[in-house]
């Protein structure tokens, strides 16, 4: 089980560059989905930083790579990409559209947060006064509670747990929370 923003993070950390984790995931993502260096130059700025982020990191995840050369090539055999298991949600990329590679990898990676967050709200109920159901954005969950309500914070991250390693006991996964006065979006 790796986490790539971590493990990102901490090679940064390395090159004495502390960066917040939401701060290092464009970073990963530049690199996942072939953004290249002209990218992470952008992110980063700072050009040979970017080469050797780069180099680094594109050998550290060879992986993944291999699985995204092979997934590509049945998406463009087939014209679909299929998640993993249980899931097996099925997404038409079409093949001359100028992002379908990028796409066709997210998908089966990102496809799965979204019916975990579901099955973990199906988990938690309908709670009207005591479980207030704000908002779901794909693999969000926003509820309405009291400032000093510890126990349904607990209870959300709980389920997100549960039902996270229940769907994907090989992988792990890491839950976040934030509470705040206003919703905040992410832009």
């Known amino acids: 089980k790796r ?3 971590t493990e990102t993070q901490d090679f940064l950390k390395g090159h004495g560059i502390n960066l917040h984790r939401g701060d290092v995931k464009p970073i990963v993502f530049s690199i ?3 953004a290249g260096v002209p990218r992470l130059t952008q992110i980063l700025g700072d050009e040979e930083l970017a080469v050797l982020v780069y180099s680094r990191l594109t050998t550290l995840y060879a992986g993944f790579y291999e699985w995204a050369e092979w997934h590509w090539s049945q998406v463009q055999a087939t014209g679909v990409s299929v998640s993993m298991p249980p899931f097996r949600h099925r997404r038409r990329i079409h093949i001359n559209d100028p992002h379908a590679k990028k796409q066709a990898i997210n998908h089966p990676i990102q496809s799965p947060a979204g019916y975990i967050t ?6 938690l109920g309908f709670e009207p006064g005591n479980l207030d159901f704000v908002n779901q954005i794909h693999d969000e969950l ?3 509670k009291d400032k000093e309500d510890k ?3 607990k209870r959300v991250y709980d389920a997100m747990m549960s039902v996270g390693e229940k769907y994907l006991p090989n992988v792990g996964i890491k ?3 934030e509470e705040s006065k206003w919703w905040k979006p992410k832009l």
């Open 151 to 153: 126990e349904t914070a």
């Open 142 to 144: 926003h509820y309405f």
């Open 3 to 5: 986490d790539v923003h």
């Open 175 to 177: 839950v976040a929370m």
């Open 32 to 34: 996942l989905y072939y």
């Open 118 to 123: 579901k099955a973990a709200m199906r988990e």
